[in-house]
Structures are given as C-alpha cells and as structure tokens.
C-alpha cells in the first residue's frame, strides 16, 4: 500500500477512536456513580478538550494529507476510507447528542451541550472530500505527435 493508504487508514482510526472517547464520556455523565458524585468533583469540558486534541484534531489532518497527495488522480480506497471516517464522526455524534436530554443539569454545559453539533457539521466536509476522491478520474497523458 502506498502512503496515502495508511494515513487514510490511521485518519479512520482516530475517528474511530474520538466518537469511542466521546460516547463513553457522555454515557458517564448519563450515570455517574453515587461515590464519585459526592466525593469528586467532575468537569467534563477538559475531557472533551483532551479528546478533541487527541482525536479529532490529528484525525482531520490525517484526512487532509491523502486527499492533498491523490486530489489530481483521485482514488477510490483512498476516498472511501475518508467517507467512512466522516460516517463514523455522525454517527458518533449523533448518539452522543441523543445522550444529551439524559444527562444531569450539573454536567451540562456549553462544551458538552454544543460540541456533537458542531463535530457533526464538521463530518460533513469530511464526506464530500472522500465522495470527491472517488468520483475524481484519471486524467490521460498528453500525447506527443512531434
């Protein structure tokens, strides 16, 4: 496989792995513990920072470097694996946004109220730069006569 293959491949990784962090996070906050509850005090907001520089962050780069190297030729794998990073963020997002209405008023905040929709929104350019990819063809070679 070429390079680009496994960037796309890591960049589908850590999407994976951020809609995994976010979802158990926000399940958390739907069921927090008695003993934590009244001995801890938990802030959400730089859990979701951290994941955010963790995972999302790399994983958009990680994103953008394949389709940069094949925008010219395009590539289906390579397009495919972009589309399915951007289908695993919406839906990742998704449930957590579901998990939202559950969550106790004491954990809500800006951050973990806003932040499924904004990554949401955000899926959405990572689906239509993969959906490019593969519809992108191979241009021919200019012939030379002379």
């Known amino acids: 496989m070429a390079i680009e293959k496994w960037l796309a491949v890591t960049s589908l990784g850590l999407f994976v792995m951020f809609a995994g962090e976010m979802i158990s996070i926000y399940n958390f906050m739907t069921d927090v513990p008695e003993v934590i509850e009244f001995s801890i005090t938990f802030d959400a907001d730089p859990k979701i920072f951290q994941f955010i520089s963790i995972g999302v962050a790399p994983a958009g780069i990680l994103a953008a470097v394949p389709f940069i190297m094949t925008k ?75």
């Open 72 to 146: 010219r030729y395009g590539s289906k794998p390579i397009g495919g694996l972009i589309i399915a990073g951007g289908v695993v963020m919406l839906s990742g997002m998704l449930v957590c946004y579901s998990l939202v209405d559950k969550i106790d008023d004491i954990y809500v905040t800006d951050i973990v109220q806003y932040s499924p929709l904004l990554f949401m929104v955000l899926s959405i350019p990572v689906i239509v730069v993969g959906a490019y990819l593969t519809k992108e063809k191979k241009k021919r070679p200019k012939k030379e006569f002379f």
